[in-house]
């Protein structure tokens, strides 16, 4: 057996070495959340400071670390962060106008990533080697083979708290340039408080949900409530985008056990994890999570393979048309399209399947209605009339696939808050749209 010790040797540098090796105009790639590296990419933000660094981009995707370049404006120019769906820091720096935005499909990722960029080096945290030579890219898998093919050169940053994931993605030591030794706490979701609300919506998804179900759960309190609510099931299967706390909970209790799966029986399929450490725990040496690149795990057309899938996700507003936005504030930028439509399609497409937008009937205090007559002007519409399925708030579920829009209308007012109902009616008929 080959012995790869020297040849790591030789490959270890400083984080602050990794970033002198960074030049000009560099386009750098990372992976979504837990795959990043804030070891050199707090060097290389020391390093801009101090040294002019000029035209640098760094792609990024679902921030865990509160990276400089997306929180200090005084690096733009030098450091300026392009976001494939943006959260905390990369938000803030998009609507100040010093980071870029890409819009798109989660799914199509990697094929955009192939087709349009190349990467002056891919940066990437990993666990220890193995005997073999090889890296894990730990709880995240979404797009890094595509960022592996397209860059020049691989910089890993080796953290020992980075789980090995065995059924997730890897590279070898020999495809990589430089190797940086980063041991530091990966950061964890806080947990959610499950108000009476997110309760009460969760209980009435899981009514929905039969024994045998294959599920796809999004991040927050009404998919953990729905979680919550589903421990009494029996035989349910994960194929997801994001793997979360409440996921675990169910395979521990027993009401997950990927059985009646048509598709990886046995196995919970995800494209990345982030929670809390219970997960990344569970994550390391367990063969029964495979955490696979994002252009499979989305692809509406595998994720209807398994029978009776459901997708739950999340909403800012809805219109009476049944047109979601879940990335804006009228014009206010506020996160990406994810996987929302991926995980639509393949609900509806599925034998059995039902895809569920649930949120809260109101905001800002019970001021706002998030169901709305029409949407807020510059909102972004990110599930479209013609796709949505079920609608659900506090106050019920409203079924809108197939049914007219003066139907629509109907159902979409019957669930939203009471005080604005009576607004929400006259509008709809105002517009002619409620017969």
């Given at each position: 057996?080959t012995?790869?010790?020297?040849?790591?040797?030789?490959?270890?540098?400083?984080?602050?070495?990794?970033?002198?090796?960074?030049?000009?105009?560099?386009?750098?790639?990372?992976d979504?959340?837990?795959?990043?590296?804030?070891?050199i990419?707090?060097?290389?933000?020391?390093?801009?400071?101090?040294?002019?660094?000029?035209?640098?981009?760094?792609?990024?995707?679902?921030?865990?670390?509160?990276?400089?370049?997306?929180?200090?404006?005084?690096?733009?120019?030098?450091?300026?962060?392009?976001?494939?769906?943006?959260?905390?820091?990369?938000?803030?720096?998009?609507?100040?106008?010093?980071?870029?935005?890409?819009?798109?499909?989660?799914?199509?990722?990697?094929?955009?990533?192939?087709?349009?960029?190349?990467?002056?080096?891919?940066?990437?945290?990993?666990?220890?080697?193995?005997?073999n030579?090889?890296?894990?890219?730990?709880?995240?898998?979404s797009?890094?083979?595509?960022?592996?093919?397209?860059?020049?050169r691989?910089?890993?940053?080796?953290?020992?708290?980075?789980?090995?994931?065995?059924?997730?993605?890897?590279?070898?030591?020999?495809?990589?340039?430089?190797i940086v030794?980063?041991?530091?706490?990966?950061?964890?979701?806080?947990?959610?408080?499950?108000?009476e609300?997110?309760l009460?919506?969760?209980?009435?998804?899981?009514?929905?949900?039969?024994?045998?179900?294959?599920?796809?759960?999004?991040i927050?309190?009404?998919?953990?409530?729905?979680?919550?609510?589903?421990?009494?099931?029996?035989?349910?299967?994960?194929?997801?985008?994001?793997?979360?706390?409440?996921?675990?909970?169910?395979?521990e209790?027993?009401?997950?056990?990927?059985?009646?799966?048509?598709?990886?029986?046995?196995?919970?399929?995800?494209?990345?994890?982030?929670?809390?450490?219970?997960?990344?725990?569970?994550?390391?040496?367990?063969?029964?999570?495979?955490?696979?690149?994002?252009?499979?795990?989305?692809d509406?057309?595998?994720?209807?393979?398994?029978?009776?899938?459901?997708?739950?996700?999340?909403?800012?507003?809805?219109?009476?048309?049944?047109?979601v936005?879940?990335?804006?504030?009228?014009?206010?930028?506020?996160?990406?399209?994810g996987?929302?439509?991926?995980?639509?399609?393949?609900?509806?497409?599925?034998?059995g399947?039902?895809?569920?937008?649930?949120?809260?009937?109101?905001?800002?205090?019970?001021?706002?209605?998030?169901?709305?007559?029409?949407?807020?002007?510059?909102?972004?519409?990110?599930?479209?009339?013609?796709?949505?399925?079920?609608?659900?708030?506090?106050?019920?579920?409203?079924?809108?696939?197939?049914?007219?829009?003066?139907?629509?209308?109907?159902?979409?007012?019957?669930?939203?808050?009471?005080?604005?109902?009576?607004?929400?009616?006259?509008?709809?008929?105002?517009?002619?749209?409620?017969?």
């Open positions: 057996m012995d790869y010790t020297e040849e790591y040797r030789k490959k270890r540098i400083t984080a602050e070495e990794a970033a002198g090796l960074v030049r000009d105009g560099w386009t750098i790639g990372m979504a959340a837990l795959s990043q590296t804030p070891g990419m707090a060097a290389l933000c020391e390093r801009a400071k101090e040294s002019g660094l000029r035209g640098v981009k760094v792609q990024t995707l679902l921030d865990a670390y509160p990276f400089a370049f997306y929180a200090d404006d005084s690096l733009n120019g030098s450091i300026n962060g392009v976001s494939w769906f943006s959260s905390g820091g990369a938000r803030k720096a998009i609507n100040g106008g010093y980071a870029d935005f890409i819009p798109g499909y989660y799914r199509d990722l990697p094929e955009r990533i192939r087709a349009n960029y190349d990467y002056d080096v891919f940066c990437v945290s990993v666990s220890p080697m193995d005997k030579g090889y890296f894990s890219f730990g709880t995240v898998n797009y890094s083979a595509a960022m592996l093919e397209k860059a020049r691989v910089f890993v940053e080796v953290n020992r708290n980075q789980p090995r994931a065995v059924c997730g993605g890897q590279v070898h030591i020999s495809r990589v340039d430089a030794e980063h041991d530091c706490e990966l950061p964890v979701l806080p947990p959610t408080v499950l108000d609300t997110s009460t919506i969760g209980g009435l998804i899981a009514e929905q949900i039969p024994d045998g179900a294959c599920i796809q759960l999004g927050g309190a009404i998919p953990d409530a729905v979680g919550a609510a589903l421990k009494s099931k029996h035989d349910l299967g994960i194929h997801t985008e994001m793997f979360t706390d409440s996921m675990v909970e169910l395979i209790c027993g009401a997950v056990n990927n059985s009646k799966k048509q598709l990886h029986p046995g196995v919970s399929v995800t494209t990345f994890a982030f929670g809390s450490k219970r997960i990344y725990d569970f994550i390391d040496d367990n063969p029964a999570i495979a955490i696979l690149p994002v252009d499979y795990v989305n509406p057309a595998v994720i209807c393979r398994n029978d009776n899938m459901i997708s739950i996700n999340a909403a800012l507003e809805v219109d009476l048309w049944g047109q936005c879940a990335e804006s504030v009228g014009t206010k930028h506020i996160s990406g399209s996987g929302q439509i991926d995980y639509v399609r393949g609900a509806c497409q599925s034998k399947g039902k895809s569920f937008i649930a949120f809260p009937s109101t905001a800002k205090g019970g001021t706002i209605s998030k169901i709305k007559s029409i949407l807020t002007p510059g909102a972004v519409v990110t599930t479209s009339k013609n796709d949505v399925d079920y609608i659900v708030t506090e106050y019920g579920l409203a079924k809108l696939r197939g049914r007219s829009l003066s139907e629509r209308a109907k159902a979409l007012i019957a669930i939203a808050h009471p005080d604005f109902r009576d607004e929400l009616r006259f509008e709809a008929k105002k517009r002619g749209i409620m017969i």
